[in-house]
Nanobody, 123 residues
Framework: VQLQASGGGWAQAGGSLRLSCATS????????LGWFRQVPGKERELVAG??????NTYYGDAVKGRFAISKDNAGVYLQMNRLKPEDTATYYC???????????????????WGRGTLVTVSS
């Protein structure tokens, strides 16, 4: 499974960006999906996850109420609102095959990773 993330860029604090992650060759059916972010010198952090059925989501404490993850068969998306300078990071999408449609993968055990897309938020 190849993942390709896009939509990163620059935003002012308080602004919004929308990240997209598409798969080539197959759909996201039966995959738990997630968005991570990483800044140099720090661990990769799970930002949000979603079950393949779309009914269950998870958000890290730092982004709750500001970010929203969604999906369809072709992609997974991260709507980022009320951005803060501390949201500056390289963002990665990830996928993992799961059995149950309600499973949200809440750790770094994802099997497939896209290339990162850089998000920069200025104050």
């Amino acid at each position: 499974v190849q993942l390709q993330a896009s939509g990163g860029g620059w935003a002012q604090a308080g602004g919004s960006l929308r990240l997209s992650c598409a798969t080539s060759g197959r759909t996201f059916k039966r995959f738990g999906l997630g968005w991570f972010r990483q800044v140099p010198g720090k661990e990769r952090e799970l930002v949000a996850g979603i079950s393949w059925g779309g009914s269950n989501t998870y958000y890290g404490d730092a982004v709750k109420g500001r970010f929203a993850i969604s999906k369809d068969n072709a992609g997974v998306y991260l709507q980022m609102n009320r951005l803060k300078p501390e949201d500056t990071a390289t963002y990665y999408c990830a996928a993992k095959e799961v059995i149950h449609p309600t499973t949200v993968v809440r750790d770094s055990s994802y099997s497939y990773w896209g290339r990162g897309t850089l998000v920069t938020v200025s104050s």
